[in-house]
């Protein structure tokens, strides 16, 4: 039977794309070949997947919506909104405050801001060769009182994410005394950025030994359990592996190696397993590519469900803050408005100009 009289894939929606992609195609090669993304270690990315009878089933490696492995998410409902977080930068509060309030104005939900060098080293504010240091790399803050004069309002401390790199404790310190000092009752966030070994891997050294620094996570964890327990205060950040080039799988072999490693430094203090995985969260980068983005998200959010698994736990899904790449912001880019009752002529014009923007790189 001839392709115009064929029926046999109307019921069949995966058959249906696929004859269509290869109509598109000309039979170059078949619609799973040109959307496979083949990553530098070897692993293809399937763009597209279909609905089984299968899907959700034990035979389905994905699993259910808030369901082991948490491959498709922590929830069958949509019971978590997007934390909406926008990085800030200026060298002094005063600075600060006005970018802040219109970031937290324009609907960011909370602002990223990263401490100078003189607070990550743990320095003496203003002595010696901090001076020199003061605002450089980051926001010169060093206490409460001028914490309070980079935002526009006390309430809206809660809303600020201070990475102070490997000085994370009392850089904490200083955000939950102003914190306690509102009485401030903080719901599920990642609020204190801990994070040695991402420091370590960004500085190549860090102002204390690691061994100190794990006693400072296990101190800090300990206090959030008691004040706040639904604050994670342990961050599993990647970025400084993916900005020095690491690919997406190894991106993905550190977070899980610097998440099992601060587990087993906080259990060796005498944080209970439970507790301590309670409180991880981790940061990735995003890129254009949205497939190989979203596949990475996957990737861990399933690996680190296997993690707890194998440590006995069946805790849910990690917090992941994903952080936009904004140098492709420079990057030359077109966009295409659709509509959803095109012409032909429409169509035609649209793949022409398409394809000769794939084919130029754009």
Partial sequence: MSGAHDNSSKNDPAEAWRTAVARELKGASTAEQALVTRLLEGVELAALGFATEEAG???????????LPYTRGGSALPVRRWDVRQPVAAPTPAELAPVVAEELQSGADSVHITLDAVAQAGLEPLVGEARALAGVRGAAI????????????????????????????????????SLVQEHHDLGEADLFLADPLAALARDARLPVTLETAYDHLAALVRWCGRTWPQVRCVRVATLAYHDAGATETQEMAAALATGVAYLRALTERGIPLEQAAAQVSF?????EDLYVTLAKLRGVRTLWAQVLHACGLAEPPPFIVVEGEV????????????????????????RHLGGALAAAGV
């Fill in 57 to 67: 089933s034990r035979e389905d490696a994905s699993g259910m919506p808030g369901m």
């Fill in 142 to 177: 060093y206490s409460a009182p001028m914490l309070a004069e980079a935002v526009p309002e006390p309430a809206a401390v809660a809303s600020l994410r201070l990475d102070g790199g490997a000085a994370f404790l009392p850089v904490a310190a200083m955000q939950a005394a």
């Fill in 283 to 287: 940061e990735m980068r995003a890129t």
């Fill in 327 to 350: 140098g492709v912001l420079d990057r030359p880019a077109v966009a295409i408005v659709g509509t959803r009752a095109c012409t032909a002529y429409g169509r035609g014009v649209a």
